[in-house]
């Protein structure tokens, strides 16, 4: 196992100004030691991960991290900043820099340590350390737990314990907690929110166990443990698993971020509702992303509509890989033997090696399969999200039966939702322990199947299978300014988060009209996707052309940004906004919008719901459709190199030199 910080890694006088600076100062460094394969690729990596939260800690700490697949092995890098730098902590900037990178697959061995490393950040004596340091090796070695122990204080022995008496110790039971931290990336907040809490419990005198659902692993709390627990804390941003498992015990349920900054405070809260004998009504439903800040709990409604969006997201996320396998296959196929091909005879009965034909129509009906997963896999998977396994059954079933009346999309939509709400429900009713065990392989299947069955066939399938019908009618007649306007809407919602809630909202509209395509679904689906490759050539066309008004970091990433779109990858223009969000954002909208409402006018189609221009032989109108992006990539970049050259403001040393990260983006624009 390779070390994970080496003297090389450690730079003691971090000279950044910005977060985006900083990573990529630390992340050369990565890159000179062979760990990090491509530096803009694992920055923009670090840089979506930083738009989810941002990664700065109470105490002076920042802790940028992702996982990326242009990481080759675990690495930490530590930069430490006399000025401070600014990475979105409540008690201002922070001089300790952690940069922690792990590959897409990374090993639960080295994970642990980055865990262990976490929690140390939480030792008042280890951040000390680090801030006086004064030689790299030393430092390394100190993040590496190979640090001399100190010795003993005078009039104390080694290994005593030294911790407060507890009300244990004093002859009283003490109160007990159990505790769910976790955090979207399993890396760092997951375990140092887990130190938190377990620490300010020593220090009240409060039992915590805490079960950590992170990437390095996830053992299971002993059901012993949790019964004889007298309050629950989830510190979270992503589901916790196997909620049910708390059920009947006063409920704190709040984002990761309050477990690493104020688990006094929530310890308190715990105390104060099994004092007062609150109990939570927990569900597999319930235990949503945690909101951060006030309590959050299971029952509080105001958290559905960000989990109801989870659970769709969710759907969509496992159905994409069957859109792009079916879709692009389907596309080769009518690229190879034009649109009659669908209606060829089955290749297992009629194939002929030498022909162009029984190639097309084998790739069509490859593909044809595939697509005949979309809906029952959307369906499964939301329901999936809302109740774990045992929905899986009946959500695939209701998608099935969506199918088969005709519903389509929406219809899988509503079987999703559905079967996941049925089976919460049977959750909620108690069973004698001999049936626990065939619950969820048996009863919870077979029941719940037979009620979303009836409600598809006999009482919703219907009337959404009308509705879709009415939307399929709809989008074919589109035309002129109703057609323009959507694309208006559909490139805006694509290009202002650029990967975000609302970016897949537009996609996953766009990938359900795939599952029965018509003229108007195939051309909304080329409207998004060509919207969607405009914010990344944008940046990268006005990066080339006034490089001027950009600093050497951005510049670098205008390269990348070329390839980013071309492919249909929005998130390449992340950096940019999120150094410059009141410039860019506007900026990519425009070009989004315009390239959305041309597409649609030009009678574009795609039957591909990926690919960019690698697939743009497959396009209908193909000179055209090239012609609508051209045209919003040309706006946006106007845009952007107006906006960026009308202000004026003081010139950025760094990064005129080159070494500043995108930052503001502050420097003099020539005249």
């Known amino acids: 196992m390779s070390e994970l910080i080496t003297a090389e890694l450690v730079d003691l006088d971090l000279s950044a100004a910005t977060k985006d600076a900083a990573a990529r100062s630390l992340a050369e460094r990565m890159v000179a030691a062979h760990r990090v394969t491509d530096l803009d690729g694992f920055l923009a990596d670090v840089a979506a991960r930083e738009a989810q939260m941002p990664t700065g800690l109470d105490g002076g700490i920042g802790i940028p991290h992702c996982r990326s697949e242009h990481v080759n092995a675990p690495t930490l890098a530590f930069g ?37 490393l976490a929690r140390r950040l939480m030792d008042p004596e280890f951040t000390a ?54 955090c979207p990336t399993g890396i760092a907040h997951t375990y140092m929110a887990a130190e938190s809490l377990a620490a300010a419990g020593r220090a009240e005198g409060v039992e915590v166990t805490v079960e950590t659902q992170g990437s390095g692993g996830f053992k299971k709390l002993d059901p012993a443990v949790i019964a004889a627990a007298d309050a629950v804390i989830w510190a979270h941003d992503v ?55 006030g309590d959050g709990s299971g029952a509080d409604h105001a958290h559905f509509g960000v989990r109801l969006r989870t659970y769709l997201m969710s759907g969509v996320s496992y159905m994409v890989p069957f859109v792009a396998a079916g879709g692009l296959l389907i596309a080769l196929s009518f690229a190879i033997g034009g649109y009659e091909i669908a209606s060829a005879k ?27 997963f979309l809906v029952p896999v959307l369906a499964g998977y939301i329901a999936y999200g809302m109740a774990d396994r045992p929905a899986l059954v009946p959500g695939f079933v209701g998608g099935s039966i969506a199918l088969t009346v005709n519903a389509g999309f929406l219809g899988g939509l509503v079987a999703g939702l559905l079967a996941g709400a049925v089976v919460m429900a049977i959750q909620r009713v108690p069973v004698h322990a001999t049936l ?51 694309g208006v809407v559909l490139g805006l ?46 940046m990268a066309l006005a990066t080339t052309v006034r490089k001027k008004l950009f600093t050497k970091t951005e510049r670098e990433n205008g390269r990348a940004a070329w390839v980013l779109g071309a492919s249909f990858i929005t998130e390449g223009a992340i950096p940019f906004a999120a150094a410059d969000p009141l410039r860019v954002i506007p900026s990519v909208m425009a070009g989004g919008a315009v390239t959305g409402a041309l597409s649609m006018a030009f009678g574009a189609t795609l039957r591909a719901p990926h690919g960019g221009v690698f697939v743009v032989p ?22 952007v190199v107006l906006l960026k050259g009308a202000r004026r403001a003081a010139p950025d040393p760094a990064g005129a030199a080159g070494a500043s990260g995108s930052g503001d983006s502050r420097v003099p624009v020539a005249a």
């Not at 590959?103 to 080295?110: L, S, T």
């Not at 766009?510 to 914010?535: E, H, I, N, R």
């Not at 497959?618 to 845009?639: C, S």
């Open 80 to 116: 430490r900043s006399a000025a401070g730098i600014d990475f979105g902590a409540a008690d201002g900037p922070a001089d300790l820099v952690f940069l922690i990178a792990a590959p897409a697959g990374a090993d639960d061995d080295h994970l642990t340590i980055l865990s262990g």
């Open 129 to 182: 350390a680090l801030r006086d340091g004064r030689d790299p090796a030393s430092v390394a070695a100190l993040i590496r737990g190979e640090a001399p122990a100190e010795e003993p204080a005078p009039g104390e022995e080694a290994g005593e314990d030294t911790e407060p008496e507890t009300a244990e110790a004093a002859g009283s039971a003490p109160f007990r907690i159990v505790a769910v931290t976790s």
């Open 239 to 293: 589901e916790v698993r196997e909620r049910t498992r708390f059920r009947g015990k006063p409920l704190v349920d709040v984002g990761v971020k309050a477990g690493i900054n104020r688990p006094a405070e929530l310890i308190a809260e715990a105390r104060r509702k099994a004092e007062r004998g609150e109990i939570a009504a927990v569900s597999e439903a319930d235990g949503g992303k945690g909101s951060g800040d």
């Open 346 to 372: 089955s290749v297992a009965d009629h194939f002929v090696w030498g022909e162009a034909d029984s190639w097309a129509a084998l790739l069509n009906q490859i593909g044809s399969a595939a697509f005949a």
């Open 436 to 486: 626990r065990g065939i619950m969820p392989v048996l009863v919870i299947p077979l029941i719940a199947s037979a009620v979303v069955g009836f409600l598809m066939f006999i009482v919703v399938g219907k009337p959404i299978a009308s509705l879709q019908n009415a939307l399929t009618d709809w989008l074919n007649g589109l035309s002129g300014s109703n057609a323009v306007i959507l």
């Open 493 to 538: 919602m694509m290009c202002f988060d650029m990967g975000g809630p609302l970016n897949k909202v537009a996609y996953a509209f766009a990938v359900g009209g795939l599952a029965d395509p018509t003229d108007g679904s195939l051309k909304v689906m080329a409207a998004v996707m060509a919207a969607g490759m405009v914010p990344p050539l944008a």
């Open 618 to 639: 497959l396009i209908g109108e193909p000179f055209l459709y090239l012609l609508a992006i051209a045209a919003g990539t040309l706006v946006a970049t106007a845009l």
